[in-house]
T-cell receptor, first 114, second 114 residues
Framework: QKEVEQNSGPLSVPEGAIASLNCTYSDRGSQSFFWYRQYSGKSPELIMFIYSNGDKEDGRFTAQLNKASQYVSLLIRDSQPSDSATYLCAVNDRGGSTLGRLYFGRGTQLTVWP | ETGVTQTPRHLVMGMTNKKSLKCEQHLGHNAMYWYKQSAKKPLELMFV???????ENNSVPSRFSPECPNSSHLFLHLHTLQPEDSALYLC?????????????FGQGTRLTVV
């Protein structure tokens, strides 16, 4: 059974702060990792993906992956109230040219207050 | 139209009814998925189709019956559902060869079984 664990939160940070979201996964064979954002009543939308150990930056977002520790995180710098949403960590047990069988965590609810 | 579209957005049905959910993707992807999202639970993968062929059925009860007539369309036929089947049903698609295999989600169908 592949498990993806996230702190459910809620995580509350002030506007302009750094929000740190964490995720651990059980399957050492996992190869690709995704962060989705889901606003209330909406569908998930992809914001970051990462395949290799280390950091990957995209604007205010940084994904960090440590396969040895089976840990992936998402940092949001200069948090804005519009970042308030549930963040879903997803793990794919295959990479490259195979189907996107994603295993999701329960999500962490983030609130950024002005 | 672009992306992944689902209809209807909301559905209320009795336990003896038969209804169908529809999904259409305009992304040229080869793989399509049905996910179930219940309150306080992770997104659950239900079915995976690749090039119109079902490649995965995650122990879903037979009262849920998927159909994929072509790579752009996916249906979920529902009959004799139970109240615990009430949830958000999400359709997704992905490119199943090469590149980043992230899933793009539709807006979902909010299903209530009464």
């Amino acid at each position: 059974q592949k498990e993806v664990e996230q702190n459910s939160g809620p995580l509350s940070v002030p506007e302009g702060a750094i929000a740190s979201l964490n995720c651990t996964y059980s399957d050492r064979g996992s190869q690709s990792f995704f962060w989705y954002r889901q606003y209330s009543g909406k569908s998930p939308e992809l914001i970051m993906f990462i395949y290799s150990n280390g950091d990957k930056e995209d604007g205010r977002f940084t994904a960090q992956l440590n396969k040895a520790s089976q840990y992936v995180s998402l940092l949001i710098r200069d948090s804005q109230p519009s970042d308030s949403a549930t963040y879903l960590c997803a793990v794919n047990d295959r990479g490259g040219s195979t189907l996107g069988r994603l295993y999701f965590g329960r999500g962490t609810q983030l609130t950024v207050w002005p | 139209e672009t992306g992944v579209t689902q209809t209807p957005r909301h559905l209320v049905m009795g336990m003896t009814n038969k209804k169908s959910l529809k999904c259409e993707q305009h992304l040229g992807h080869n793989a399509m998925y049905w996910y179930k999202q219940s309150a306080k639970k992770p997104l659950e993968l239900m079915f995976v189709y690749s090039l119109e062929e079902r490649v995965e059925n995650n122990s879903v009860p037979s009262r849920f019956s998927p159909e994929c007539p072509n790579s752009s369309h996916l249906f979920l036929h529902l009959h004799t559902l139970q109240p615990e089947d009430s949830a958000l049903y999400l359709c997704a698609s992905s490119q199943d060869e090469g590149g980043v295999t992230e899933a793009f989600f539709g807006q979902g169908t909010r299903l209530t079984v009464v």
